[in-house]
C-alpha cells in the first residue's frame, strides 16, 4: 500500500518539478535581463550627465579665463592697487555667481586685491601653491579641487598672469 502512494509522490513532485523549475530559471534569466537593461540605462544616464557636466565646467573655464584675460590688463590690475582692486572685483563679482572671488596676488604670493571683504583676506598667501607659481611664470593655470582658506568650501583656483608694458 505505501508502494502505490509513493509513487503517486514521486509522480506529483515530478510533475511539479517539471514545471517548476523550467519557471524558475526563467524567472532568474527575466531578473537579470532587467537587470541588465537597468545597468545600461543608468550607464546612459551618468554617461549623459557626466558629459552635460563636462560641457558646463570646460564652457565656465573659457569664459573665466577671458575675464582674467582683461581683468589682467586693466590699469588697477597692472599698478596693483590694493583698496581699488578690491572695489572693482566686489563691483564685478555679483556679475559671476558660479565664482567664489575674484583676487589678486603680488609677485611674492600675498593677497593684494579680494572681491570679498575679510580681516584675513590680504594676509593670505599663495607661493606655496602650484597654480599660483605656474600663473607667475606666465601660465593660465587651473588648479586642483582644493578647500578655500576663505570660504571653507571647494573650489578650483583659475589663474593666469598680470603683465607689464614689458611682457613681464
Do not use: C
Not at 509522480?11 to 537579470?32: C, D, E, Q, R, T
Not at 597654480?131 to 586642483?144: E, H, L, S
Amino acid at each position: 500500500m505505501s508502494l502505490p502512494f509513493l509513487t503517486i509522490r514521486i509522480k506529483l513532485i515530478s510533475i511539479i518539478g517539471f514545471f517548476l523549475v523550467p519557471m524558475a530559471v526563467l524567472s532568474i534569466y527575466n531578473h537579470y535581463e532587467i537587470l541588465k537593461r537597468e545597468i545600461d540605462d543608468l550607464k546612459g544616464r551618468n554617461f549623459s550627465a557626466a558629459t552635460h557636466v563636462a560641457v558646463e565646467v570646460d564652457r565656465l573655464i573659457t569664459e573665466t579665463t577671458g575675464v582674467l584675460r582683461v581683468l589682467s590688463r586693466h590699469p588697477t590690475v597692472v599698478a596693483l592697487e590694493p583698496a581699488a582692486m578690491d572695489r572693482l572685483f566686489a563691483e564685478l563679482l555679483p556679475s559671476y555667481p558660479m565664482r567664489l572671488n575674484i583676487l589678486a596676488a603680488d609677485m611674492a604670493g600675498n593677497n593684494v586685491g579680494s572681491g570679498v571683504s575679510s580681516p584675513t583676506v590680504h594676509t593670505l598667501n599663495y607661493n606655496d601653491k602650484e597654480w599660483y607659481q605656474r600663473a607667475r611664470r606666465g601660465a593660465y593655470i587651473i588648479g586642483d579641487l582644493h578647500v578655500s582658506k576663505l570660504f571653507k568650501r571647494p573650489a578650483v583656483m583659475i589663474a593666469g598672469p598680470v603683465m607689464d608694458d614689458r611682457s613681464r
